[in-house]
């Protein structure tokens, strides 16, 4: 179950509202004693992610409706398996189908991409992260997804880390400051609880964060061999972190490197939804 379910349910409610669910000039030719069964079936292989979101936007059409949970997130489902069921009035069920679906598709689509990458390194150590290159207004419902295939998830937000990247670096060395400078003032303005992490595009670089204190090294487009050898200098002083063009080809080489972790942002900004629909069965 998702935490912050307030924030889901204010989300859900300007989705509808974007969709004018009341509105409806189809849904609205059907009587209101118009009774049905549906079914909210998988129609492709996947991992299921958000099945309560989109049962939530059917209560939120109509509250009279009943619904019950057949597959749990983070299942694998196989082609014509029924992920919930529930009856009512069939007018509340189409006028809900299309946001539950959008929602329920992009989050499920999320769980089964980062599931592959989760997939391509078993047995390597290392684990799937996420970015902050999640849909605007979305990054709940995103990250909660690569949750249930399986990854894991880097700041929600910039307040729960500090990142030091390449841009912050060439800001402050036209002040003169270094980097060692800069996780230095970090540190004395972070919580004790934040970690410092440094954005690296060389060996060099790296050896310079490692000085400096940081917590995380991030290796930034390196080769696997650069990355190797980063691995090697940060061991027993710093996490490491792989980012930069990482893809389902390439995730495996990067993860035999020995890195703790790696970061791509295709599982959240390059998702294929997957295919879901809803089967109504009137019953009068």
Sequence with gaps: ???????TIELI???????EVAADATSGLLPDDLSSEGFLMAKAHGVLA??????QVFHEVDPALRTWVLTAD???VEKGQNLARMEGRMSSMLRAERTALNLLQRMSGIATYTNAFVRAIEGTGAIIIDTRKTLPGFRLLDKYAVRM???????MNLADGVLIKDNHIAAMARRGLTL???VRRARSQAPHTVRIEVECDSLEQVREALDAGADIVMFDNMTPEQMRQGVALCKGRALTE???GVTLESVRAIALTGVDLISTGQITHSVKALDISLEVHPAN
Excluded: K, Y
Aim: cysteine-free; hydrophobic content about 40%; overall charge negative.
């Design 74 to 76: 983070g299942s694998a």
């Design 1 to 7: 179950m998702l935490h912050q379910w307030h924030g």
């Design 13 to 19: 409610r300007r989705a509808l509202a974007e969709d």
């Design 180 to 182: 060692a400078d800069l």
């Design 50 to 55: 958000g099945i309560d979101v989109a049962l």
């Design 242 to 244: 792989a980012s930069g």
């Design 149 to 155: 295939g399986g990854g894991h998830n880097h700041r």
